[in-house]
């Protein structure tokens, strides 16, 4: 604050967040539990710039995006948190879905080489 009128010097930036919805999230879940929305968890087998198991929150890396566009298989291993121990235990099933996507996406990584 400059001292002759009293108003601050520095520019402030308010973000309103709708705390109707962030109660009730906390009311539901407890405050322990309350992940961050848009968090995602890759299953994949791990690519250059994206290792397996990789927590994403608020959208996915440029690196990802491409690679889901090259090899759409990416895509149906890219998971929710709560789907994790799921798609972990399926990965390890022959004949799943996750397993065939994963096999699909290290083909797709050995003709990238």
Same mark, same amino acid.
């Given at each position: 604050m400059?001292? @002759?009128?009293?108003?601050?010097?520095?520019? @402030?930036?308010?973000?309103d967040l709708p705390e109707a919805d962030i109660t009730a999230k906390l009311a539901e879940t407890g405050p322990e539990k309350l992940i961050p929305l848009g968090t995602m968890v890759y299953v994949g087998p791990a690519l250059k710039t994206v290792p397996q198991?990789?927590?994403f929150s608020n959208g996915l890396p440029k690196a990802l995006e491409s690679a889901k566009a090259d090899c759409p298989a990416i895509e149906g291993l890219i998971v929710p948190p709560a789907g994790l121990n799921d798609a972990a235990v399926a990965l390890k099933q022959t004949g799943s879905k996750e397993s065939i996507l994963f096999e699909q996406v290290q083909n797709y990584l050995g003709s990238e080489d």
């Open positions: 400059t001292q @002759e009128t009293g108003k601050s010097t520095r520019k @402030e930036k308010r973000l198991f990789a927590v």
